[in-house]
Structures are given as C-alpha cells and as structure tokens.
C-alpha cells in the first residue's frame, strides 16, 4: 500500500543507524490542491506519534496545499489541526460558476477556521516545529488579475520554462516566510532569486493564502506585510513538488572536526570534513516529483542531487486503485462531480488513508529496510 523511496545518502544514513525520527530536520510538504488528501493518515501519525515528544527542530516547508499542511502541523495539537483543515476542505461547496472572488473568500473562511482561535501564535511561537511557507512573487504580466494580461503572462512562463527552467527568474521570485528562529536556506540550481521574511501575527495569514492563490483560479494577494509591494500567489508556480537542497544553516568548516562530521584523509594526509546533514522526510501522492507548476505535463525530471537526503513514501498503485473512481483527489472533482458525491468520495478517500499509516508504523516497527527503494527519479 505504501512506497518508501530514499536519495542515496538518506539510504546510506538508515541502513546504518535504522529509520528513526531523529535522523530528520526537515518535512516537505507538496502543491496539488486535495490531493494531498492521500496523505492525511500519515500526516495524523507522523505529528501525532512518529515525531511526538521531539525535542530538537523540525523544518516543515509546503507549497500551496502543503504550506497549508505545515500551518496544521505546526501547531500545539497538530492531529486535530489537520483534521480541522481536511473536515472544512472536503465539504466545501462552490456555485456553479465560482468566480476568483468566490473562491478567494471561501479560501479566506479555510484559513480562518484551520488557525481556529490560537492557532497563528502557536505556529508563530512553535520552536520545535517551524512552518515556511514557499510564495511566488510575480512581475511584469503574471502580476494582473485581468484574466487576459495574466493569461498572456503564463503563456509567456510556459515558454520560457521549455527552454530553460532558470529563465523563470525573470517572472517570478521565491519568497520564504518563515518562523522568526528559522535558519533553513534553500540551495536552488536553478538561480531563483530567494528572500526570507519573517511570519508574524501581521502576515502569516495572508501569507497562508498566497501560497495557495492558483493562477487564473483566484486573486493574487496584494502587499503581504513587511514584504515588497506587488502581488503574491500560489508557490507552487515554482516549487510545484521541489527539485532544490535545504540547508540548515549550520557551517561546515574544514580546520574542526564537528559533532555530527566525520573526518577522512586525503592523499597528502590533510584532514578534510564531511558533514552529515539532518534527511528530509517527504510524503507525497507520487512518486514522480514535478520541480515547478509548468513541468506538470513536461518530461523534465528533478535532479537526482536535490534528492539524495531524502525519504520520500508515496501511495502504491494498489492502493490508488483500491480508492473510489480508482484516483486519488484533484481540483477536477469539484466541475466534474456533484457536490454529494464528491464529498462523499473525498471523506471515504480520508478514511482509507489510514491504511498507509499502518504501513509506515509497520515498517517503523519492524525495521524492514530491505523494503526502501532508491529513488531514481
């Protein structure tokens, strides 16, 4: 029911000292609107038993639904934060023809609700578990609402993303809001020009919303707090399932041996350092990682070195079959079925998740690391 893929390092590191929640210093979390619905039993045990009672920090970075995820599991009770959000995500209903307008307030009422009465200062206050949420800043075209500037803008993104990745840099700009101790930085091979703000009580919510404001869908945020002016929107623009390194700010020096390095020899008897850095934990509905929103229906594959500290689980095929509609979630649900049945379809998918919690509680349990496959993307 469940796949379990790691990076070469991450493979290295847990054939050696065994699957432990100790071993992670940062979770990922993935764009795709309800399909992240797949993950909802893992996410409950992950923060509600695998990482419970954990001491020292947990980086969690998401992307549109996945930032939405981390403002859930970074709070105080993350397990009734995350059904929270998933309970209000699964009954929503929209008119037929929902304007931006209409989607962007009811996204507004989700936010409220998944932040309940304390839940932004919890995120804000958490110091083992620290919430960044990935935003893209636009220019030039993409920046408009009017649907036919903004239109001409994406069509222009498409273009510039065949010929390189790299090239997007000149329409968009990642933004990390993070928690105020943060020290994560994301190393990005393809240039993005990175800039790290700090969440507070002014922005975090309308922070929150940039991340999942989708392209044509809903309305850009405007002038987030303490940021540039101009407009914000969903991350996943760039960061659709992420293809970058993630640093946590600890440096590497080559005169000390450090705790967590091992040191080896070179030919002239120099000493050099080798850092062990802390793995990624990723769950994710495929195991096919897309680096930005236009590669969705593109060949390019993510770099294998932006994955080789990673653990990403990912649903089977078996499993995917087994849910009704033999799919798992998407934003097409909410045209192509009735209100009635795709609530009812999204809720059962939300019950049989759990199943994949029983697998990884399995494993954890057991210990079977012949059954982690190398990731080769």
Known sequence: ????????????????????????????????????????????????????????????????????????????????????LAHNYANTVYSKKPSAKEIA????????????????????????????????????LTAFDNKIIQGAGLIQSILLNKIDRRLLSKQYQRYIFKHPSSNLTINDPYNFDNVYQKLTSDNIKNALLASGSIPMVMSGIQNIEGSAKGTYRDGGIIDYHFDFLLSNGAEEHSHQVKKNSSRTVDTKG???????????LYPHFTSEPKAGWFDKNSTRKVL????????????????????????????????????STRIKYWLK?????????????????????????????
């Open 270 to 280: 120099r000493y050099s350092v080798q850092k062990h850095h802390g793995l990624t």
């Open 304 to 339: 294998t070195s932006s994955y080789e500290n990673t653990v990403l689980l990912a649903p089977s095929e078996k499993f995917i079959q087994s849910l009704p509609f033999n799919k798992i979630p998407d934003r097409t649900d909410f045209t192509e079925l009735d209100s």
């Open 105 to 140: 307030s009811t996204a507004v009422d989700i936010v409220d609700q998944l932040f309940a009465s304390n839940g932004a200062v919890e995120v804000i206050n958490n110091k083992v578990f620290k919430a960044h949420f990935l935003v893209a800043k636009c220019n030039g």
């Open 1 to 84: 029911m469940l796949e379990i893929y790691a990076g070469k390092n991450a493979l290295k590191t847990i054939q050696e000292q065994g699957f432990k929640q100790e071993l992670f210093t940062n979770f990922l979390g993935a764009s795709g609107g309800p399909k992240w619905f797949t993950l909802f039993g893992l996410d409950k045990y992950l923060f509600g038993d695998f990482f419970k009672g954990r001491s020292s920090e947990l980086n969690l970075i998401g992307s549109s639904a996945g930032a939405f995820r981390a403002a859930c599991l970074t709070q105080n009770n993350p397990v009734q934060a995350i059904e929270r």
């Open 349 to 377: 998918v939300l019950e049989q998740t759990e199943q994949l919690a029983e697998c990884f509680n399995e494993f954890v349990m057991t210990q079977d690391i012949a059954k982690v496959k190398t990731f080769q993307p």
